[in-house]
């Protein structure tokens, strides 16, 4: 049996949901059937400093030759990195994606992809000129049963849809919780319902 062929991941941010990631990453390809692929966290950056990175990279149980850079700059110039999963603020990743691409590297970007379609259609461009691999990280869409149900719907076992409907109620004084100029609900960082709390449900529907 030939060896499994190895990605390298650079992961640019260390917030929780990179943790989150980064450690479903990591789980042995092997737990679900697959053997002809494996991964690997070569590098980390915070921008930050190098310092939050390499607790990030510990935290995670990253190898320990994996690199820790203090600037996203660094890590897209790493050359033992294949492929960047981005995972900072929704705000941010058109520039941080385009800063991967243009240093020829593959990009996983979490969703919220971009802020609006011009700037999707750059970065989809970008990556087309330079024969880059580029995706949002919509995990749901590979869930058995989302694959079953769009099964279901292309050979018409449930007839045809005309409407979907999805539900996503979060039973909060917004300004109580988050106030008025958290990223969450500030206009200027991209924040309210649609790119934050309703991609799921946007998503969804489009599978």
Known sequence: MPSPHTVRWG???TGGIAQTFTK????????RGVS???????????SSSADRAKKFLQDCNCPSDA?????????VKDKNVDIIYVATPHSHHYQNTMLALLAGKHVLCEKAFTVNAAQTKKLVETAKSKNLFLMEAVWT???PLSMQIREMIEHGEIG?????IADL?????????????????N????GGALLDRKSPHVTMQCL
């Open 11 to 13: 992961i640019l941010a």
């Open 160 to 164: 045809a849809v005309h409407r979907v």
């Open 187 to 190: 206009m200027d960082l991209a």
């Open 67 to 75: 690199a820790a850079y203090g600037s996203y700059e660094e890590l």
């Open 24 to 31: 479903d990453l990591l789980v042995d390809p092997l737990t």
């Open 169 to 185: 109620s979060v039973n909060e004084d917004v300004e109580k919780t988050w106030g008025t100029e958290h990223r969450m609900v």
């Open 141 to 143: 869409r590979y869930f």
């Open 36 to 46: 002809d692929i494996q991964h690997t966290v070569t590098a980390a950056a915070s």
